[in-house]
């Protein structure tokens, strides 16, 4: 699916848009809910995005907010193609709604910055690796998914064959590169793909070694990420153990983690010294 059509790109645009057309025609949710007659949770929840719109109410939100006929048929086509079923969607009975919408976000970016300070990225995971973290650290009840997850996990990187790739920039504690996961063997493979990923024209691996000390990066992995279309601003992506959620429209905060990106990328070895050390590490561990 080419990037433009994230139906969770589109579905977060048309909930801007109403926002945005309701705060130019000076209602309030409440005044919203009076006016058409509904309730004020319906209201809250079509502009949270928790709940889909239908075309009817659709037309009705926008007719109150006096937007215009041409302006209307074009938020309506955007709700039709927002609700088209992408591949993701066939995994939504095993994930959360939190990871449902970062790989609708990802399938759309045009720039993913990841910090990481606990494990190797998904996107940049070899299929052991990603079976071994998955099938020792997933909810007791989703034991029989192991599989499934595993293959979204590998699905998830199709992003990298696409003929137009995201430009990826990581940045990794030394301890991600260094705990083996699933042993010698399989964390040596994993570091010899991190290699050949690197060099790749659109990735960046970057590690923040021990001896950079207390950093910014101890306050947790995060992710941002950047979408082409100007009219998308970017999405922050929190992960904590036991948590995971997506923080959307909070620029502020975006431009504080991008600047303690920027900070963890000049404390790191930059990509030719994390070259060295990947490749250091594997050799320690092929005579293990």
């Given at each position: 699916m080419p990037a433009a059509n994230s139906p969770t790109v589109r579905q977060r645009r048309l909930r801007v848009?109403?926002?945005k057309a309701r705060d130019e025609a000076a209602l309030t949710q409440e005044q919203v809910a009076e006016n058409l007659d509904w309730s004020l949770s319906k209201v809250i929840r079509i502009e949270s995005g928790s709940v889909g719109v239908s075309t009817t109410d659709l037309k009705a939100l926008l007719s109150l907010y006096?937007?215009?006929?041409?302006?209307i048929a074009e938020l309506v086509e955007l709700a039709r193609l927002a609700r088209e079923r992408a591949w993701?969607?066939?995994?939504?009975?095993?994930?959360?709604?939190?990871?449902?919408?970062?790989?609708g976000y990802?399938?759309?970016?045009g720039?993913?910055?990841?910090y990481e300070n606990l494990v190797i990225p998904g996107m940049l995971e070899t299929q052991e690796y990603a079976r071994e973290y998955i099938a020792n650290l997933i909810d007791p009840e989703l034991t029989g998914n192991v599989?499934?997850?595993?293959?979204l996990r590998m699905r998830r990187q199709d992003i990298l064959e696409r003929a137009d790739p995201p430009l990826l920039f990581y940045v990794l504690d030394e301890s991600v590169v260094r705990r083996q996961v699933g042993g010698p063997r399989v964390m040596r493979n994993q570091l010899r793909h991190l290699i050949e990923l690197a060099n790749r024209p659109n990735v960046t691996i970057e590690v923040v070694p021990f001896t950079a000390g207390v950093n910014p990066g101890l306050n947790g992995s995060f992710t941002i990420l950047e979408f082409p279309s100007p009219e998308d601003d970017d999405v922050l992506h929190l992960e904590n153990p036991g948590s995971i959620r997506v923080t959307r429209d909070l620029q502020d905060a975006i431009v504080s983690y991008r600047e303690t990106f920027e900070a963890l990328r000049k404390l790191s070895l930059h990509p030719e010294g994390t070259a060295v050390l990947l490749n250091q590490i594997a050799e320690e561990l092929s005579s293990d």
């Open positions: 848009e109403l926002r006096g937007v215009s006929t041409e302006r993701w969607s066939g995994y939504r009975k095993v994930i959360s709604q939190q990871y449902y919408d970062l790989i990802e399938s759309a970016a720039i993913i910055r990841q599989d499934t997850l595993v293959e």
